[in-house]
T-cell receptor
Framework: KQEVTQIPAALSVPEGENLVLNCSFT??????LQWFRQDPGKGLTSLLL?????REQTSGRLNASLDKSSGRSTLYIAASQPGDSATYLCAVFLYTGGFKTIFGAGTRLFVKA | NAGVTQTPKFQVLKTGQSMTLQCAQD?????MYWYRQDPGMGLRLIYY???????DKGEVPNGYNVSRLNKREFSLRLESAAPSQTSVYFC??????????????FGEGSWLTVV
């Protein structure tokens, strides 16, 4: 059974720090992996989508990597800002007799000014 | 830029009552989804519609029914609400079914409390 784990569950950093959020999954037979941001009381906003054939994707200060063989993805945030404070979730997409999306529980990030 | 719109935003139900959550997307997406989000459990897929005219069960379909009314609209119905269905519900959509390399777009969520 596919499981997605995000560590740490919560993280507090000073403004300007570079940081890495981790996502691990147990089954490497995924179609793709997506990172989302969720602000309190809001829906999820897609940040980066990595296809199974790709190794990384970049958008502004964000860089996501994917290592299927080890079942890991990382989200790197450069020069963090207070506005980056949110919960970050990763999700893997797979097909096993039907389409499935497995979400991690998320990492709650707080960036201190 | 409406994207995915779901209503209502908040709802309190008594056990046994029924209600329907409405969802509409204006991005001409083929696939639509209903998720629930519970503390410590992440998001779980309730039902999805890969394309207009089709619906399929997700991970936690018990106690729910769905209708893909047309390409834009996908509703979720609770026939007899139970306290275990207290949750935040999210509607989402994508161009093609999950796993086909598409970004998924989410609505703002519907907070449902069953007392």
């Amino acid at each position: 059974k596919q499981e997605v784990t995000q560590i740490p569950a919560a993280l507090s950093v000073p403004e300007g720090e570079n940081l890495v959020l981790n996502c691990s999954f147990t089954d490497s037979a995924i179609y793709n992996l997506q990172w989302f941001r969720q602000d309190p009381g809001k829906g999820l906003t897609s940040l980066l989508l990595i296809q199974s054939s790709q190794r990384e994707q970049t958008s502004g200060r964000l860089n996501a990597s994917l290592d299927k063989s080890s079942g890991r993805s990382t989200l790197y945030i450069a020069a963090s800002q207070p506005g980056d404070s949110a919960t970050y979730l990763c999700a893997v997409f797979l097909y096993t007799g039907g389409f499935k999306t497995i979400f991690g529980a998320g990492t709650r990030l707080f960036v201190k000014a | 830029n409406a994207g995915v719109t779901q209503t209502p935003k908040f709802q309190v139900l008594k056990t046994g009552q029924s209600m329907t959550l409405q969802c509409a997307q204006d991005m001409n997406h083929n696939s639509m989804y209903w998720y629930r989000q519970d503390p410590g459990m992440g998001l779980r897929l309730i039902y999805y519609s890969a394309s207009e005219g089709t619906t399929d069960k997700g991970e936690v379909p018990n106690g729910y029914n769905v209708s893909r009314l047309n390409k834009r609209e996908f509703s979720l119905r609770l026939e007899s609400a139970a306290p275990s269905q207290t949750s935040v519900y999210f509607c989402a959509s994508s161009v093609n079914p999950q796993g086909a390399g598409n970004t998924i777009y989410f609505g703002e969520g519907s907070w449902l409390t069953v007392v």
